[in-house]
Structure formats: C-alpha cells, structure tokens
C-alpha cells in the first residue's frame, strides 16, 4: 500500500505534468488548426517541452520562419547579455517586473506575431523565463531538423579561411555521415588547447585529428611501455 507520503507526490506530479500540457497549448491562437503536428526530433527537458509546443503552435498558426527568426534574436541577446539571464532568473519577479521583461525583449529583438508573444507571456505567468536560453536553443535545434541540415562543427586552434572551410564543407558532404538530401551547416570554433589540427563534430558523431590528441596517445604509449 502507497504510503501518505507516497500518495500525495503522485498527486503532486499528475497535477505538474496537466498545468505543463495546459500551459503550453496555450500558444496557440484559438484560430490554430487542429491538425496534428509530428516535431521533427524529440526533445527532452522542461526547456524542450517548451520548444517543442512552441514549434507545434507555429506550425498551426503557419509563423515557423518569423517564430524561428525571434527565438534566434532571443537567444543571441540573452547569450551576450549576462546581466539579463540574472534577472530571468530572480524568483521574486513581481507580475508588473514579469510585463516589463516581455515587452523589452520584444523590442529588443522585434519579435512581433502572436504566436511569440503568447510564448513569452506564458513563460512570465507561469515564472519561466529563466528557462528562454535552452528554449531558444533548442527550438534551434527543431528547425536545423526541419531545414534538412546537418551540423558541421570545426574545431581549430586558430581561425579557418573561407576556402579551407569550403572544401571541408564539400568533403564532408560526400561522405556517409550525410545523408542524402541533407544540408550541412558549418560552424567554426575556435579552441588554443589543441595545440593545431582540426576536430570535426557531425551531428553527434566526433573525429579528433588534433595535436592534443595525438600528444595524450603518444603519452599513453610511452607509459603502457615503460
């Protein structure tokens, strides 16, 4: 038999878990259709949860692209903005604290349309906007999945160049961690630690063929030998 105790954190989860699905169909606009939505990728986390009813409510309120261009405005100014992620997240935002956060990230980053601004409000209403970081990474994340497109990381020790970065583009692209009719998107990252050479992350594949790397193998080797 289920202890009081036991009982009443079921309780307690059941309930979360309905005002979570009651608060983010809220995105939508009643004009939304009532066509099922399939997400591309499955997310997971609080932040996905989000992510994921948002791209569903965009999708029903044919928005994606301009939903897609504001969560990327969001996202780029919370990350340069370390003073704004620590008031995202005071937990004693008072409601009127709450209203003056959303209509300057609106305007901050032009996200007009319905479909954000029911996001944002439901995020402040419910004390969620320390969550917009992961959530805009994510919704990302969503529509890299829709697009069709691939991520190229590459890590050097110093910048690339256009041409090398293209004709890594045009290698990578003919191999078999690309699947047909996909589109690669290259980012180039920049890390001293490995010394020279190159890492090169392909959705959640890694080649290391840094310095650093073939260093700790060397060291390996001499200390397995001596």
């Not at 969001?74 to 209509?103: F, H, M, N, Q, W």
């Not at 290391?208 to 790397?213: A, F, G, N, P």
């Amino acid at each position: 038999m289920l202890s009081r105790q036991a009982l009443l954190r079921s309780v307690r989860a059941a309930a979360s878990q309905r005002a979570l699905a009651t608060q983010t169909r809220s995105f939508a606009s009643p004009a939304a259709s009532n066509a099922k939505v399939q997400p591309p990728v499955a997310l997971f986390g609080l932040d996905g949860t989000y992510a994921t009813a948002l791209y569903t409510a965009a999708v029903k309120t044919s928005s994606l692209e301009p939903t897609a261009k504001a969560l990327s405005s969001l996202g780029s100014l919370v990350e340069k903005d370390a003073k704004l992620i620590t008031i995202l997240d005071a937990p004693t935002l008072s409601i009127a604290d709450r209203s003056a956060i959303i209509a300057e990230l609106e305007k901050a980053t032009g996200a007009a349309g319905q479909t954000v601004k029911s996001f944002l409000t439901t995020l402040a209403e419910n004390n969620r906007l320390s969550l917009l970081p992961g959530i805009c990474s994510k919704f990302n994340e969503l529509m890299s999945a829709s697009r069709g497109e691939v991520e190229l990381t590459v890590t050097s020790a110093q910048p690339l160049d256009g041409k090398t970065l293209s004709r890594l583009e045009t290698a990578v692209a003919k191999s078999a961690y690309v699947g047909q009719g996909k589109k690669l998107k290259v980012t180039n990252t920049i890390n001293p630690d490995i010394i020279g050479g190159l890492v090169v992350e392909i959705g959640d594949r890694t080649i290391d063929l840094s310095v650093s790397s073939k260093i700790a193998k060397m060291n390996k080797l001499l200390q397995d030998t001596l």
